[in-house]
């Protein structure tokens, strides 16, 4: 489920809030990174709890639709196929899911009015109407229209504002979160374990992030004075915040993580402060780290485990 391209970004998000409240101890730190782990997995549940309570509004729809006094054709036919169908009933009797929301106290937090909302929207589309029109779905139907779901769902402003007031963390873990439960739907009816806890992949992904983290945060000296050479014409103190972070944190990536290649650091930093930062922080950032890299090289002080990982 984790990214290590995340995982640098919460970092680096830890070290900008250091950068602004100088009180705060690595341990303050640590802690605020630990917490991220469990705010992820809540997000992806609770992406996954609006997918289902959304199709279990299928099941009062038919209820309403038979209590009517004249029921139209539509009405006799409709079943509530996008929650019954065994694609997503063969999920949920695995109880991993039911076990995992009760664990970190998801139950009730869904809106009635907010899941009605999205139900009857969704039931203006041409997906959800051909789908129920046809009495011959197969697995592979179902599945797909679960995923329609889904991407109708987190297409909607109503969503997104609704997993923004869940999680602040929202803004910037949404492609994370997004991508796992699209894949948890494609697996479906297999109950995938990540669900309940972090895969051991995982686990190894967040220690990464651990270890940047503190490595960052307790050579910061011995890492910008190896920065400010490259930096030529320019004062340290006159580098865009997120820049000089991004700078610091590749560098212990060079110098610290030796099964990481020097071309995966450097396009990484690149990208993130392109994202992050100014209009022209991808050329500034890409610049000083190829100084820096090559010159690290020549100083011997980049040890890269195995073939190739010198770029």
Do not use: C
């Not at 991407?151 to 997104?160: I, P, Q, T």
Request: aromatic share 12%; no cysteine.
């Amino acid at each position: 489920m984790l990214s290590r391209r995340h995982i640098r970004i919460k970092v680096m998000q830890l070290l900008y809030a250091k950068s602004r409240d100088i009180d705060l101890s690595l341990s303050d730190l640590l802690s605020r990174y630990q917490s991220y782990g469990n705010r992820t997995l809540e997000l992806y549940l609770f992406n996954l709890q609006q997918l289902i309570e959304t199709a279990h509004y299928s099941v009062r729809d038919e209820l309403n639709r038979r209590a009517k006094y004249s029921p139209t054709e539509d009405d006799k036919k409709f079943t509530p196929k996008l929650y019954q169908n065994e694609v997503l009933q063969g999920f949920l009797a695995n109880g991993t899911y039911n076990k995992a929301i009760k664990k970190f106290h998801l139950s009730g937090r869904t809106e009635g009015d907010t899941i009605a909302h999205f139900y009857r929207k969704f039931l203006e589309t041409d997906i959800y109407r051909n789908y129920l029109a046809n009495p011959n779905t197969t697995t592979n139907d179902d599945r797909q229209v679960l995923l329609e779901l889904y991407k109708f769902l987190y297409k909607n402003e109503m969503f997104d504002e609704a997993m923004e007031d869940f999680s602040t963390s929202w803004i910037d873990d949404d492609s994370l979160v997004i991508g796992t439960t699209k894949k948890t739907i494609k697996a479906m009816p297999s109950d995938a374990e990540f669900i309940y806890d972090f895969t051991e992949e995982d686990k190894l992904t967040f220690a990464f992030g651990e270890e940047l983290l503190t490595k960052t945060y307790n050579k910061d000296i011995e890492i910008l004075e190896l920065i400010k050479p490259m930096l030529k014409n320019w004062d340290a103190e006159r580098v865009a915040t997120i820049d000089m972070i991004s700078l610091k944190m590749a560098t212990a990536e060079l110098l610290y993580f030796p099964t990481i290649p020097t071309k995966v650091t450097i396009n990484e930093y690149v990208d993130v402060s392109k994202m992050y930062s100014t209009d022209k922080s991808k050329e500034f950032v890409n610049g000083i780290l190829d100084r820096l890299m090559k010159q690290l090289k020549d100083d011997g002080l980049i040890r890269k485990e195995g073939r190739g990982l010198i770029e």
